[in-house]
Nanobody, 127 residues
Framework: QVQLVESGGGLVQPGSSLRLSCAAS????????????MGWFRQAPGKEREFVAT???????YSNDFAKGRFTISRDNTGTTIYLQMNDLRPEDTAVYYC?????????????????WGQGTQVTVSS
């Protein structure tokens, strides 16, 4: 079983930056195979969960179009922690951001492509 814990959300003004973190834990011999892909989704009130970005164990990255040029996903050397650096935040980025992990990369942009989810961290962009 893999546990994911997010941190780094908050209330910021438009144009600001935030960095989200997500740490995976569990029995390491099993965990690493279960978290081949780790990524971020977001969900705003009344909307469906939306893919943001993902990174594979090989450090290949994939991002939604709205994230390109503003958001950067990365993964640390241990492979168990990922980050989402968000710059030039806009009010429409307001959402709960969820960390997700799974053993495959095939369906990286679909919630069903991931087996494990964190509790979510709120990001609010408002003046």
């Amino acid at each position: 079983q893999v546990q994911l814990v997010e941190s780094g959300g908050g209330l910021v003004q438009p144009g600001s930056s935030l960095r989200l973190s997500c740490a995976a834990s569990g029995r390491m011999s099993e965990t690493m195979s279960e978290i081949y892909s780790m990524g971020w989704f977001r969900q705003a009130p009344g909307k469906e969960r939306e893919f943001v970005a993902t990174v594979s164990k090989r450090r290949n990255t994939y991002s939604n179009d709205f994230a390109k040029g503003r958001f950067t996903i990365s993964r640390d050397n241990t492979g168990t922690t990922i980050y989402l650096q968000m710059n030039d935040l806009r009010p429409e980025d307001t959402a709960v951001y969820y960390c997700a992990a799974g053993p495959y990369i095939t369906y990286y942009n679909r919630p069903t492509g991931y087996d494990y989810w964190g509790q979510g961290t709120q990001v609010t962009v408002s003046s």
